[in-house]
């Protein structure tokens, strides 16, 4: 199986700061990479896929890069409504698997 | 607009079964792969199943090795509606159980999720 591992597991922010987090696979997955938003006792929500592509709706603060084995996802301006659980998730192989997750906080 | 409503979720005991079933609205259903994917309390996500599209006269289907062997995957098209048969159910299967959409088997990530479903396992 493919493992995903993300850091930090946790970071603290404030509204305004630029905030990024990286997402490591244990092998190439080319750029089949996508990262989730989740908020408590809500679903998750997609936010980019391909790597670097926004799903619709997702706003322009958001943005991915890489390919391989490394990622990140960067939020340019961290807003109120930001604060939640990021996870990373990869869509090369069976099965597909998830980062354990990078909670962020209010400074 | 896209909907998914999964139900089906309780309190069971180590070794019953049950059935989750996952209703969907707004979109072509016979077209999109559907996964299920879980999420114990106070953890993070796990895969557990995926079921393709129809292609020629079956479907494929794929299992994480937690549940494979126990845990069955299946839809009914006329019904918009995808289902997890979950049986020989273990503590470590207490979860909420998501049903997301996924584009198709290239595009494998999951563009739309339900509310979940709580599957509680304990004596």
């Known amino acids: 199986d493919i493992q995903m591992t993300q850091s930090p597991s946790s970071l603290s922010a404030s509204v305004g700061d630029r905030v990024t987090i990286t997402c490591r696979a244990s092998e190439s997955i080319s750029r089949f990479l996508s990262w989730y938003l989740q908020k408590p006792g809500k679903p998750p929500k997609l936010l980019i896929y391909g790597a670097s592509t926004l799903q619709s709706g997702v706003p322009s603060r958001f943005s991915g890069s890489g390919s391989g084995t490394d990622f990140t996802l960067t939020i340019s301006s961290l807003q109120p409504e930001d604060f939640a659980t990021y996870y990373c998730?990869?869509?090369?192989?069976?099965?597909?698997?998830f980062g354990q997750g990078t909670k962020v906080e209010i400074k | 607009q896209v909907q998914l409503v999964e139900s089906g979720g309780g309190l069971v005991t180590p070794g019953e079964s049950l059935t989750l079933s996952c209703v969907a609205s707004?979109?072509?259903?016979?077209?999109?792969?559907i996964n299920w994917i879980r999420q114990a309390p106070g953890k993070g996500l796990e895969w557990v199943s995926h079921i393709s599209f129809r292609n020629s006269y079956s479907f494929y289907t794929n299992y994480a090795d937690s549940v494979k062997g126990r845990f069955t995957i299946s839809r009914d098209d006329a019904k918009n509606s995808v289902y997890l048969q979950m049986t020989g159910l273990r503590g470590e299967d207490t979860a909420v159980y998501f049903c997301?959409?996924?584009?198709?088997?290239?595009?494998?990530?999951?563009?739309?999720w339900g509310q979940g479903a709580l599957v509680a396992v304990s004596s």
């Open positions: 707004g979109f072509t259903f016979k077209n999109y792969y």
């Open positions: 997301a959409r996924q584009p198709d088997y290239s595009n494998a990530y999951f563009d739309y």
């Open positions: 998730q990869q869509s090369f192989g069976v099965p597909r698997t």
